[in-house]
Every structure is written in structure tokens, then in C-alpha cells.
């Protein structure tokens, strides 16, 4: 044996009872498990890590991240590493950096200058699913990434490369093209399919062409996940709209942090439940994925009308600058109610920027746009309007909308599983980039019994797995990769906060990967041990 972690508290995936074992890893795989009192042997290794009675679990699966440039331009990635995350899932919110051609990753890097950087600091050597996959493997001078990574279709960078930035029905022969692109995606690897339908452009995209995509997800043995058309004023239509369109196309569901916000939907957890219950019951092939924290993530383009969007982000820079366009977005956003926001008049006390791209814009950090605009003398939409025009729409914001008892009944639910949804960049993210996983272990099973300790580890673990498709990741079973996180259940805990998002957790002292430790006595080691993780052929 390599190693055997001796004394262990098992906590393997499955959410029944943990045990004491030791367990043994040779060649990157677990090769033995001999729980406590069990005739023979203890496996013996070339080297011992006495586990104290330390928790061992499978590692976490993160299934909605957003570090498809951070793990290129970071080979230490504690924000993840360091939560014993050790399989992140790209590609999310209908957005990233692949299938695309020149035209098209241009634009896309501008999109989401907020979620990624604007990637100057990376070379884009890839153009497919397949040479992005590709690339993370050889990144670093072949070692590889930090931890590993599986990718989703991003459903509105394959409409801007087909379609481009127009409110239109793609036309037979754009569908055609897209379906292509899927599918091709789809064999060199990919997982499934995002899109992000509150965003531009992949909100344009009706029932019938998300349909017709599905299918060819489908018939490769992949999942849908929609960041849906509304979290706000339409949520419960938006999950039931995505539920009856993948059973239409025989497509397994996944959706992407599955929340109740805003006013509207405070205490309505309950009715979004038996609409997913009675779908699984019925057959219905779903899981969702959960961030337990109250406030949300996202740019502040993003809270725009989506006629504001159309035709890609010179066209929105152009319309904020023009005064009688921008007092009709206000009118949207601040009155109506815009789609971009969920269907709610916008609460500009609600949003709290966390991140800007220009120097000389720091000062708006940390603040919310109502507070921005109390010191500056103005009303907020003159705030706001302004920091679009100046940011060059690269603005990230908190938004503050969330209920905590929506949170907590949605985690506890039979096909829950763990997502940070954790964009990196800006001065002040969300800190559940850092700290979402320590948070389920600690606040809320620890502190809060909301889920046993089994049980939490199984949302966090097995059941991604399962979703994923690998049937050698999620437990802590003979023959598994040893993807394996050892925690103590009695100090594990959230480090970071709204006030330090970037301080790491607590009581995580040994993470590994295929049998190599990247977290060994709480520190990062040098070791990049994360590939690419690929859906296995079909279709």
C-alpha cells in the first residue's frame, strides 16, 4: 500500500451510520477498508496518517462553479481545495469559453468579464469542448489543475455562435447548427447542458428550441441544467416550465441553485417541493443543487430589461449612454418589474456591489447601490447607471433577497446536493466561493441539525456523483479513486464572511486526490493532481 489513514470515523457516502476503519490506498485507488474489530490484518503502507478519529468521507462535489479561467491562472486554488472540494463542475449559466469561434469568444469574454476576469492573463489555444478539456489536463506545464473539473454545454454561447444576439425563433438551419455543436460537445466529453434564461442570449431561446437541444442531451446520456427564467415574481412557473420540458424530451433535469427569493416567495419552499414530488414521483428524473446562504451572486448587466441586451454589450453600453433609452430601462427595472431581475421592481438596497473591473471604481465596493448613491447626492438608478457606462458592464453585486427558512427546506430535500455557485473575482465576493462546503458541515448539521453528518456528506458526495454518472467517484468503497476529505466534525466551520470572503475554512486538515494529499495539515501542497473528467461516449 502507498498509504493507510488509520482510525478513521467512515462516513462513506451512502448516509447510513459511520464507522471506525482504516482505510488503504494504493496506485490512487482505495485498495482496503478494515473496520475496527474485523479479523485479520490491519493493511500496513509505506506510509501512516493517523486519522485521530478524524472524519473520512468521499471527496465534495461542487456542482455548480464558476472557475472555468481560475484553474488555468491558478495552480494553488485554495478556495476550493481547501473546502475538500475535489470535482467542480463548469460550463454553468448558459455561459463559458467553449464551443466558440473567434467571433464568438470575443464576446463571451466580454459577457462575463464579472463571473471570470476578462482573460487577458490566459491563452485561449482552444476552440471545442474537447480542447478545452484538453487543455485543462495539460495545463501548467503538463502537471495539470488543482482539483478536477467536468464541463457542462454552455446553451447561450452555443446560440451566440449559431444565432448571434438576436430576440428571435432561430431559424431551421440555426437549429440545425446548434444541435451540431451539441452533439459534438457532447462526444468529446461534456456532462450535460447549461443555460442561463434570465441572460443574454440564451434567454432567447424558446420551449421548442431548448427541447430540441435537450434531446440530443439526452440521447448521449447527459442532464439539463437551467439557471432558469425566474427565481423572483415567476419561480414556481419557471421549475415547472423546465420540469415539463425535459420529461417532453426524455432529458434528465438538474437545476442550477434551486432558490425561493424575493418577497414574493418568502415561506414558499413548501409549493416548490410537491411540484418536484410530484414530478419524481411520477417518474421524473430530477436533482437540484443548493448554496446555503441567503444572498445571491450574479453582475450588474445582468438586472437589465433583456430588449436592453440585445445585440451583445456594446449595444447595452449604447443604450445606457443614450438618456431616453436609459429612463425606458429604468422605467423596466425600477416600475415594472424586468425579466433581468426576476420580474420584481429592483430594491437598490438589496444590491450590494462586491466587485469591479476598472481601477478607480473601488470605492463603490462593499456598498450598496442606495448607499452609493445617498453619499454621491443622487438617486440610485444615476448611481448605477453610471457604473455600467464606466465598468464597461464588468460590475459583480450581492444581491440580498434570499429567505433562510426557504434555504432550509430546500437542503433537506431527497435530491439535494451542494453547489457554491462561487464566482471568484471582485475585492468582496460571496463567500460562499470559499466557504460553501464547510458552511453545510458546520452551520447547518453541526449547529442547526438540519441534516445528520451521513446525510450531509451523502448531498454532498454520492448524490453528485450519481447525477455526474461516475461510478468510481462519490464513495468511500474498494476499488473508488481515493478523492477523500478528512475533517473534524467538531471544529469544521466556515471561515469566510461577508466582511472576509477569503479566509479559508477551519477543520479540514487533509484533502486527496486520487491518493495525493493537495491539503496535508491544513496547508496547500504543491501538488496539482485535478484532470478533466469526461462523460464516457454514447449516441
Same mark, same amino acid.
Given at each position: 500500500?502507498?498509504?493507510?489513514?488509520?482510525?478513521?470515523?467512515?462516513?462513506?457516502?451512502?448516509?447510513?451510520?459511520?464507522?471506525?476503519?482504516?482505510?488503504?490506498?494504493?496506485?490512487?485507488?482505495?485498495?482496503?477498508?478494515?473496520?475496527?474489530?474485523?479479523?485479520?490484518?490491519?493493511?500496513?503502507?509505506?506510509?501512516?496518517?493517523?486519522?485521530?478519529?478524524?472524519?473520512?468521507?468521499?471527496?465534495?462535489?461542487?456542482?455548480?462553479?464558476?472557475?472555468?479561467?481560475?484553474?488555468?491562472?491558478?495552480?494553488?486554488?485554495?478556495?476550493?481545495?481547501?473546502?475538500?472540494?475535489?470535482?467542480?463542475?463548469?460550463?454553468?449559466?448558459?455561459?463559458?469559453?467553449?464551443?466558440?469561434?473567434?467571433?464568438?469568444?470575443?464576446?463571451?469574454?466580454?459577457?462575463?468579464?464579472?463571473?471570470?476576469?476578462?482573460?487577458?492573463?490566459?491563452?485561449?489555444?482552444?476552440?471545442?469542448?474537447?480542447?478545452?478539456?484538453?487543455?485543462?489536463?495539460?495545463?501548467?506545464?503538463?502537471?495539470?489543475?488543482?482539483?478536477?473539473?467536468?464541463?457542462?454545454?454552455?446553451?447561450?454561447?452555443?446560440?451566440?455562435?449559431?444565432?448571434?444576439?438576436?430576440?428571435?425563433?432561430?431559424?431551421?438551419?440555426?437549429?440545425?447548427?446548434?444541435?451540431?455543436?451539441?452533439?459534438?460537445?457532447?462526444?468529446?466529453?461534456?456532462?450535460?447542458?447549461?443555460?442561463?434564461?434570465?441572460?443574454?442570449?440564451?434567454?432567447?431561446?424558446?420551449?421548442?428550441?431548448?427541447?430540441?437541444?435537450?434531446?440530443?442531451?439526452?440521447?448521449?446520456?447527459?442532464?439539463?441544467?437551467?439557471?432558469?427564467?425566474?427565481?423572483?415574481?415567476?419561480?414556481?412557473?419557471?421549475?415547472?416550465?423546465?420540469?415539463?420540458?425535459?420529461?417532453?424530451?426524455?432529458?434528465?433535469?438538474?437545476?442550477?441553485?434551486?432558490?425561493?427569493?424575493?418577497?414574493?416567495?418568502?415561506?414558499?419552499?413548501?409549493?416548490?417541493?410537491?411540484?418536484?414530488?410530484?414530478?419524481?414521483?411520477?417518474?421524473?428524473?430530477?436533482?437540484?443543487?443548493?448554496?446555503?446562504?441567503?444572498?445571491?451572486?450574479?453582475?450588474?448587466?445582468?438586472?437589465?430589461?433583456?430588449?436592453?441586451?440585445?445585440?451583445?454589450?456594446?449595444?447595452?453600453?449604447?443604450?445606457?449612454?443614450?438618456?431616453?433609452?436609459?429612463?425606458?430601462?429604468?422605467?423596466?427595472?425600477?416600475?415594472?418589474?424586468?425579466?433581468?431581475?426576476?420580474?420584481?421592481?429592483?430594491?437598490?438596497?438589496?444590491?450590494?456591489?462586491?466587485?469591479?473591473?476598472?481601477?478607480?471604481?473601488?470605492?463603490?465596493?462593499?456598498?450598496?447601490?442606495?448607499?452609493?448613491?445617498?453619499?454621491?447626492?443622487?438617486?440610485?438608478?444615476?448611481?448605477?447607471?453610471?457604473?455600467?457606462?464606466?465598468?464597461?458592464?464588468?460590475?459583480?453585486?450581492?444581491?440580498?433577497?434570499?429567505?433562510?427558512?426557504?434555504?432550509?427546506?430546500?437542503?433537506?430535500?431527497?435530491?439535494?446536493?451542494?453547489?457554491?455557485?462561487?464566482? &471568484?473575482?471582485?475585492?468582496? /465576493? $460571496?463567500?460562499?466561493?470559499? =466557504?460553501? *462546503?464547510?458552511?453545510?458541515? !458546520? #452551520?447547518? +448539521?453541526?449547529?442547526?441539525?438540519?441534516?445528520?453528518?451521513?446525510?450531509?456528506?451523502?448531498?454532498?458526495?454520492?448524490?453528485?456523483?450519481?447525477?455526474?454518472?461516475?461510478?468510481?467517484?462519490?464513495?468511500?468503497?474498494?476499488?473508488?479513486?481515493?478523492?477523500?476529505?478528512?475533517?473534524?466534525?467538531?471544529?469544521?466551520?466556515?471561515?469566510?464572511?461577508?466582511?472576509?470572503?477569503?479566509? &479559508?475554512?477551519?477543520?479540514? /486538515? $487533509?484533502?486527496?486526490?486520487? =491518493?495525493? *494529499?493537495?491539503?496535508?495539515? !491544513? #496547508?496547500? +501542497?504543491?501538488?496539482?493532481?485535478?484532470?478533466?473528467?469526461?462523460?464516457?461516449?454514447?449516441?
Amino acid at each position: 500500500m502507498d498509504l493507510v489513514i488509520r482510525d478513521a470515523r467512515v462516513i462513506d457516502g451512502t448516509a447510513t451510520p459511520s464507522y471506525r476503519a482504516d482505510v488503504a490506498v494504493r496506485d490512487g485507488r482505495i485498495a482496503e477498508i478494515h473496520p475496527e474489530h474485523a479479523p485479520g490484518p490491519r493493511p500496513s503502507a509505506a506510509r501512516t496518517l493517523d486519522a485521530g478519529g478524524l472524519a473520512l468521507s468521499p471527496g465534495f462535489v461542487d456542482m455548480h462553479a464558476h472557475s472555468d479561467l481560475a484553474l488555468l491562472r491558478d495552480p494553488d486554488h485554495s478556495a476550493k481545495a481547501a473546502q475538500g472540494v475535489t470535482l467542480e463542475v463548469l460550463g454553468q449559466d448558459g455561459l463559458s469559453y467553449a464551443p466558440v469561434d473567434d467571433r464568438t469568444l470575443a464576446e463571451v469574454r466580454r459577457s462575463i468579464t464579472g463571473w471570470n476576469g476578462d482573460g487577458s492573463d490566459i491563452d485561449f489555444d482552444w476552440r471545442t469542448v474537447g480542447e478545452y478539456l484538453d487543455r485543462l489536463d495539460r495545463n501548467f506545464g503538463g502537471r495539470g489543475i488543482a482539483v478536477n473539473a467536468a464541463y457542462l454545454i454552455p446553451q447561450g454561447t452555443v446560440r451566440m455562435y449559431a444565432v448571434g444576439w438576436d430576440d428571435r425563433p432561430a431559424t431551421d438551419a440555426e437549429l440545425t447548427r446548434m444541435k451540431e455543436l451539441v452533439a459534438r460537445s457532447m462526444t468529446e466529453g461534456a456532462v450535460g447542458m447549461s443555460s442561463g434564461l434570465t441572460y443574454t442570449p440564451g434567454m432567447y431561446a424558446d420551449d421548442a428550441e431548448l427541447t430540441a437541444l435537450c434531446r440530443v442531451v439526452a440521447r448521449h446520456g447527459g442532464y439539463y441544467c437551467p439557471h432558469h427564467r425566474s427565481y423572483g415574481a415567476g419561480a414556481l412557473e419557471a421549475y415547472e416550465e423546465m420540469v415539463r420540458l425535459t420529461r417532453t424530451a426524455g432529458c434528465a433535469l438538474h437545476l442550477a441553485h434551486a432558490t425561493m427569493n424575493f418577497g414574493v416567495n418568502e415561506g414558499k419552499a413548501p409549493e416548490l417541493l410537491g411540484l418536484l414530488d410530484r414530478a419524481l414521483d411520477s417518474g421524473a428524473d430530477i436533482s437540484l443543487d443548493t448554496y446555503p446562504y441567503t444572498p445571491g451572486c450574479t453582475t450588474l448587466v445582468a438586472m437589465l430589461p433583456s430588449w436592453a441586451s440585445e445585440g451583445g454589450p456594446e449595444s447595452i453600453l449604447a443604450r445606457l449612454a443614450d438618456d431616453t433609452t436609459a429612463a425606458r430601462i429604468r422605467h423596466a427595472m425600477e416600475v415594472v418589474g424586468a425579466d433581468g431581475c426576476h420580474g420584481v421592481p429592483i430594491e437598490w438596497d438589496t444590491i450590494e456591489i462586491s466587485g469591479v473591473s476598472v481601477p478607480g471604481l473601488d470605492a463603490y465596493v462593499g456598498r450598496t447601490v442606495a448607499e452609493s448613491a445617498r453619499l454621491r447626492g443622487e438617486e440610485p438608478w444615476v448611481t448605477a447607471r453610471r457604473l455600467l457606462l464606466e465598468d464597461r458592464l464588468g460590475t459583480t453585486i450581492l444581491q440580498h433577497v434570499g429567505h433562510e427558512e426557504n434555504v432550509r427546506q430546500i437542503m433537506r430535500h431527497r435530491v439535494h446536493t451542494g453547489g457554491s455557485d462561487g464566482i &471568484l473575482q471582485g475585492d468582496k /465576493p $460571496h463567500p460562499r466561493a470559499y =466557504g460553501t *462546503f464547510p458552511q453545510y458541515l !458546520g #452551520r447547518y +448539521t453541526r449547529e442547526l441539525g438540519i441534516l445528520t453528518l451521513e446525510e450531509c456528506v451523502a448531498h454532498l458526495t454520492s448524490r453528485p456523483a450519481a447525477r455526474l454518472g461516475l461510478t468510481d467517484r462519490g464513495h468511500v468503497r474498494e476499488g473508488y479513486r481515493a478523492d477523500l476529505v478528512l475533517f473534524d466534525p467538531s471544529t469544521v466551520a466556515a471561515g469566510s464572511t461577508f466582511e472576509q470572503p477569503r479566509t &479559508l475554512p477551519f477543520g479540514i /486538515p $487533509h484533502v486527496l486526490i486520487d =491518493g495525493r *494529499f493537495v491539503i496535508e495539515d !491544513g #496547508r496547500r +501542497t504543491q501538488v496539482l493532481a485535478g484532470r478533466s473528467v469526461r462523460s464516457a461516449p454514447r449516441g
